[in-house]
């Protein structure tokens, strides 16, 4: 006697979960590489309205980072854009 294995039925629910899934990988893979780009551009421009902008990308690129559970290079993206943003603007700007 063989073994066989039984699989369940796959529903319309089932699969509609799944695309779920990766529509929200795909979705987050796409903002990764946009903010990426948008990164190495700002990074070769050197004005202050640049920086503050590199400054965004790569808070949402930590953001982007905690969606993957990839806490140290958010920790990273996040120090970056702490200190960009701590040479460029006053003391107690929010």
């Known amino acids: 006697m063989g073994t066989e294995t039984v699989k369940p039925e796959t529903t319309e629910e089932d699969i509609t979960n799944e695309e779920n899934d ?18 190495v551009i700002y990074s070769r421009i050197e004005t ?12 949402r690129l930590g953001d982007c980072q905690m969606e993957s559970d990839r806490f140290e290079s958010a920790l990273e993206e996040y120090q970056s854009c702490l ?8 003391k107690y700007d929010r």
């Open 83 to 90: 200190t960009i943003r701590s040479r460029l603007l006053p």
């Open 22 to 39: 990766n529509t929200g990988n795909d979705d987050l893979e796409i903002a990764w590489n946009c903010l990426d780009v948008a990164r």
């Open 48 to 59: 202050s309205e640049a920086q503050l902008q590199l400054a965004r990308a790569q808070l």
